[in-house]
């Protein structure tokens, strides 16, 4: 016997608010582990220049520094003197050339007023251009 004959029956609806919340979790969690990096990134076309090679007769002056703060110019040693004995050695290596690239070889351990006190000398002898060297780490 059916005793419900006069009532309708409803329909069966499907929620979408919580499938409306997952894709809105996914989409929030996708926009926060994408990496933009290569969006961000400048396209930059370098222009060229023909030329000739021109031979360089600009001989660098290497400058080593130790670990203890003694200087070295062109592998001799110098007396301790500060920075105008430095000056002074720079511009007797440098002779005839006018700014001549400066090379400073300092040991890891040196401390950075050594280093300083190399570009101060430098400077104070008129040198601008200056350059360091290092070595790749062992991998």
């Known amino acids: 016997m059916n005793f419900q004959r006069g009532r309708n029956r409803e329909e069966p609806e499907i929620n ?34 023909g030329g000739e090679a021109v031979a360089s007769t600009v001989k660098p002056i290497n400058v080593s520094v130790d670990a203890t703060q003694h ?44 280093v300083i006190d190399v570009m101060e000398a430098a400077r104070v002898a008129g040198f601008s251009r200056i350059t360091f060297t290092t070595q790749n780490q062992a991998q």
């Not at 894709?23 to 990134?41: D, G, H, P, Q, R």
């Not at 110098?78 to 004995?85: E, F, I, K, Q, S």
């Not at 050339?97 to 300092?106: E, G, K, R, S």
């Open 16 to 49: 979408l608010i919580p499938m409306i919340d997952v894709l809105l979790v996914i989409l929030i969690f996708m926009m926060v582990t994408t990496s933009y990096a290569k969006f961000s990134e400048l396209q930059i076309n370098l222009p060229e220049a």
């Open 71 to 114: 200087y070295a110019i062109n592998e001799q040693t110098l007396p301790a003197g500060g920075v105008t004995a430095l000056a002074a050695a720079l511009k007797t290596a440098a002779g005839a050339q006018t700014d001549p690239t400066i090379v400073i070889n300092a040991d890891a351990k040196a401390t950075h007023q050594s």
